[in-house]
């Protein structure tokens, strides 16, 4: 029997991140939102190092803000570099035909 994974939704680690402020017994705050406890200190951790963007969703990596901007500049720089070999072939083949 294959088990299936259980999965949480951003709002509900949030609000369990939340309540964990409030109280002083995680493992006893686990168990009655039903999740093991080491998974409650791990968002918590999370949560403290990565801010807002700690929970992501499927698939998707945990970046701070400063880290989703060089992400997304690095992909700008890989997209002008491309373009600009194109660019670079296209004039080689173009001079060559006009000999």
Known sequence: MV???KTYDPA???QAVELTKTR????????????????LYKWR?????LGEGSFPGNGNLKLTP?????HELEKK????????????????IFSKTDR
């Open 45 to 49: 951790s999370d949560y403290y190092e």
């Open 12 to 14: 509900f680690k949030r």
């Open 77 to 92: 720089l890989r997209d002008i570099e491309l373009e600009h070999a194109i660019l670079k072939k296209a004039v080689a």
């Open 24 to 39: 002083k017994n995680v493992s006893e705050l686990a168990r009655e939102l039903g999740i093991h406890p080491q998974l």
């Open 3 to 5: 088990q299936k994974r």
């Open 66 to 70: 400063e880290q989703k901007k060089i």
